[in-house]
């Protein structure tokens, strides 16, 4: 018996091989485990075993359906993947390009934009938003701007017609409307909102009145932070830039202030920047932007007490901070949507 | 501003620095230096005068000779190798030792050309950085010493700054002003230049000047006017050194008087105006309004035509200049004047600038006076020139001085204590410092104990207030010697502005679908916006005074800037076909303008494609699916809404295929998706297909608090499921029919159990159903909250519901 049961199963196993299609499959588990099937004469031969035989002879018939079982599954499996290998026709070259569209990216000055407020915020900021389209007292009066200043002039400034009516941004009294020659309107109207201690940085498109050409352009795009609270001071602000600098552009950079002059900050600097990374630029120090303590003129203009605040604030443009990551010449192809241009700068999930 | 470093020698010894090292004290103190030049003979080291002791041919080339060149009297002659031919034995020229750089970076070695040694170089004044002229050797006049370095044979060389006063600086705009900002920094004396008159001894009386009087009629725009006559000049050229300064910063040498004027306004800041006399009709000085339309023919030979705004400096007849801007050709000194009527005056700077711009017209002079001149500096600008006058152009001065009107008081004190300044700094000095740098900007400091009192210069009219001192402190101090610190913040639980969360969630979402971020300038023509959104008011969007013929309105979609992206990468083969852009766009309703926030989507699906494997083409639908994820991003709830078919009128989308919902005004938002007509994708170049989907949002609508979820309890239960199909018209949305449907299912269930969804599984048209009408087949899901439905129990609602639809709907059930 012990022999006949293993040479059906290795019967069965040699079998697999030649096992193509259904009906084949059938007639090979009926050479088994039909009515006929050799498993099933043998199954019923147990009546003929001694008695004391049984409970071994039972467990290896047992064994031998499972093993057979395994035999057919085999057998099935290869049916069906043949079938179904069929259905969907040739194999594949793994080697050919997917039909569907290529990865999408975000914009490089998004990615810059955002990298630049993932950092602030991982320090406290939080992204304040506001109009492009402003008036002269946010854009300038309340920065200590005073009328006859030349950046106000029509020359350098994008004005509305002295009618034009916006419903979804208000004036202060009777003044023009204008395209934003920078983000600080944001920060004048954040702090007309609310009380100190305010910390907030403001991404956004700018314009200035400048013919475009490789390092100009009329319409750009600035990041501005503002932090007002007691006892804010001028360590703060290098060192909230110098980390800003290390994380931007590795953490060999060096920052350096230069004094300089702004209306709305007292205290004001330009902001270098040197690394190794920048040196590729060609320069040892390159500028990124201006910065300084809120000029206490613009706390007046909001109604904070400059003797119990003070403030850093401190702007740079995107576009700029691009150009020097990357290495790119011509502040132009940031406005010409250019694939070849834009696909270079592919992380689109990881910013 | 040009800067000379020899004329800047004239305040301060700065011959211990190197230009390096003044360059970064101009930076460091905040003027930037945009520029070094340098002029004359660079700084050579190894460079001396030789003499040639003999010229012979080169054996084997023509054109070379060989000469032995002495450059030390005690050493033997060098030989030299030589191309130029000018030369001749005895000259005296300049050579170059081995070991040696002249300017370009070219060194000199010891060289062996066809067989002949060479130890050094004569030099040609090119080689030398001293003009162009590269043929021969410069030879030296006057046979200087041989061995003396080169540069002493030419001392006037010179190192040029070019630098950027900021407008708060006007007192900087001169060679003392920087003079006075450098020995602040590195502490050294600055020296004024000695008056020879002494102004407190000034006659009054002696013979009469040379005009009878001065009369202000603006006193506004002109509070101090002060006039010297001179009598008896001679006009002449400068003395070289003088023309040396003024070439030395771009100025062209006019003759002695002119140029005088012009070296103290760069010496000192103050811009002066010498007159010729007996040019000025009715002997007599009238500082007034221009009359409107009144002209003068400026210096530069233009005629300008001048308005009531500007201030002039007339004699009785007519204007000879225009107030601190630009003399007239009419009232000019030249060869043949011999008497000077010497202006020094204060004008109102906004007034200047004000005419400065109104003309077109900026000078040294418009540039000083309208950022603000010295108000006490007047007396002493002019007391200087006339020193310089009489010097190099002999006269004398005759008559008192006329003034009319008076300094401006700039009496300034500003309380502050010390200890103001290191709280706004975060870092400590002493107080010493502090008043050590106060001081050497010529400020006064009178303390008792931590209370001081500033006053500072008449010249420094922008510090007034006590932030202003702590910034001449740490400018002074060193902004590079702020010491380094950790950021340290206290926790702020704010989060980011509604529409700057979700563009980051819709820009990252649209390009995870596989397309690409696009920016556009957000200027327009008119000419597209009227074509397109001709709907609109144009004018409430119309800039009042754009640069560009093609950029003259605010955008109002961002559609026509995604085509122009498609447009220019379709001309260039690039492969792009899906973009997108977020950003702001204008609406304009009833006049009045929205700046709403927008994003923007568009597949081009071009007429041949090149993929090796087709693929089913993006649709309507497919549209419709990602402008539901943008729109629930933004919380805004479409489905209540419902979507409309675009019936004609708009002319981007096409009728039949595209979509619309929203309303700005009741809903706070718009948004479209579908096709663009044909007329559309052809005026941008494009031959094929294109689809896509445009929000916008009024900001205020995003960020509405919504509150905490509470969770729903849900069945456990299997659901049981019914498929009705209906015939309907075909003009009905199959929307209306589903909800319909659905409102009657709920009624037809009552509380017994829940109809979960309602949804359309078929659309359709053609044989069997009647033209005209459309067969709409829903799956109908039920379940109850307490147990599995029975057939039964459904059944029931589902034939009650049949019942229900045959008698009050115009619809039909089909079988």
Known sequence: MEDTLKALISEAEEGIPAVRTRPEFEAFKARYVGPHGSLTRAMRGIKQVPREDKPRIGKLLNRTKKRLEEVFEVCLGAIEDGEQAAKWGEAIDPSLPSPDPPPGNLHPLTQVREEINRILKSVGFAVADGPEVDTEYFCFDALNTPEDHPARDEQDTFYLPAQAKFANVNK???????????????????????????????????????????THSASFTQVEGLYVDKGVTVRDLKAVLDFLFKSLFGSDTRSRFRPHFFPYTEPSYEMDASSAHLKKVGKEWVELGGCGMVDPNVFAAVGYDPEVYSGYAFGFGIERCAMILYGIDDIRYFYQNDYRFLRQFGHPVSC | ???????????????????????????????????????????????????????????????????????????????????????????????????????????????????????????????????????????????????????????????????????????????????????????????????????????????SALIEGVTVLSPENCPNYIAYSIRGVKIAPSPDWLQGYLRAVDQRPINNVVDITNFVLLELGQPLHAFDANKIGGREIIVRQAQEGETIVTLDNKERILNSDMLVIADAEKPLVVAGVMGSVEAEV???????????????????????????????????????????????????????????????????????????????????????????????????????????????????????????????????????????????????????????????????????????????????????????????????????????????????????????????SLIPGLLDALKFNRARDTGLERVFEVGNIFHERERRVYELFSVAFLVFIPDRTTSWKKREAFDFYSAKSIMEVLAKAAGLDIESIGYRTVDGGGSLWLQGHSASVGTLTDDGFEAQIGRLRFKVVKEWDLEGDVLGGSLEILPAKLGEDEGLVTYRPFSQFPPAAKDLALVVDESLLAETVRCQLGKMARQVAGKRFDLEAVSVFDVYKGEGIPKGKKSLAFNLRFRANDRTLTDKEVGEVFSALQDRVEASTPYRIRN
């Open chain 1, 172 to 214: 202060f009294s009777e003044e023009r409307y204008l395209l934003r020659t920078h983000t600080s309107t944001v920060q004048i109207r954040t702090m007309l909102r609310q009380r100190p201690p305010v910390r907030i940085i403001s991404p956004g498109r700018c314009y200035r009145r400048d013919t475009t050409d490789a």
């Open chain 2, 1 to 207: 501003m040009l800067i000379s470093l020899n004329w800047l020698g004239n305040y301060i010894d700065l011959s211990d620095k190197t230009g390096e090292e003044i360059a970064h004290a101009l930076n460091m103190l905040g003027f930037e230096v945009e520029a070094v030049g340098e002029t004359g003979l660079p700084q050579l080291e190894k460079v001396v005068v030789g003499q040639v002791l003999s010229r012979d041919r080169h054996p084997n080339a023509d054109r070379l000779g060989v000469c032995r060149v002495t450059v030390d009297e005690t050493d033997a002659p060098l030989q030299n190798l030589c191309g130029a031919s000018n030369y001749r034995v005895g000259d005296r020229v300049p050579v170059a030792l081995v070991g040696s750089t002249l300017p370009g970076g070219h060194k000199i070695d010891a060289t062996e050309l066809r067989g002949v040694k060479s130890f050094g170089m004569m030099c040609s004044p090119l080689e030398m950085g001293l003009g162009e002229d590269h043929e021969g050797l410069l030879i030296l006049d006057g046979e200087p010493e041989i061995g003396t370095p080169i540069n002493r044979v030419f001392p006037d060389s010179d190192t040029v700054f070019d630098l950027e006063v900021t407008p708060n600086r006007p007192d900087c705009l001169s060679h003392l002003g920087i003079g006075r900002e450098l020995a602040a920094y590195f502490g050294k004396e600055l020296v004024y230049p000695e008056l020879k008159t002494d102004p407190g001894h000034l006659p009054s009386t002696g013979p």
């Open chain 2, 334 to 556: 030249d060869e043949n004047t011999v008497d000077i009527v010497l202006e020094s005056a204060y004008f109102n700077p906004p007034n200047i600038r004000k005419t400065s711009r109104r003309l077109g017209l900026s000078s040294d002079s418009s540039y000083r006076f309208e950022r603000g001149v010295d108000p006490n500096g007047a007396d002493f600008a002019a007391l200087r020139a006339i020193d310089l006058i009489m010097e190099m152009a002999g006269g004398e001065r005759v008559g008192p001085v006329i003034q009319t009107g008076a300094e401006p008081a700039v009496e300034r004190e500003i309380a502050i204590s010390p200890q103001y300044i290191r709280n706004l700094a975060g870092f400590d000095f002493p107080d010493g410092r502090i008043r050590e740098v106060l001081r050497a900007l010529e400020c006064a400091v009178r303390e008792r104990d931590d209370h001081w009192k500033v006053e500072p210069p008449s010249w420094r009219g922008d510090l007034y207030r006590p932030a202003d001192l702590a910034e001449e402190f740490l400018r002074l101090y060193g902004s590079d010697r702020i010491p380094d610190a950790p950021v340290a913040m206290s926790g702020m639980d704010h989060r980011d502005a509604p529409v700057a969360s979700l563009a980051r969630q819709h820009s990252r979402y649209l390009a995870n679908r596989h397309f690409q971020e696009c920016i556009n300038y957000s200027l327009r023509s008119e000419d597209e916006i009227s074509r397109w959104f001709g709907h609109l008011d144009l004018d409430p969007l119309r800039l009042e005074n754009p640069i560009a013929s093609d950029q003259t309105h605010l955008r109002v």
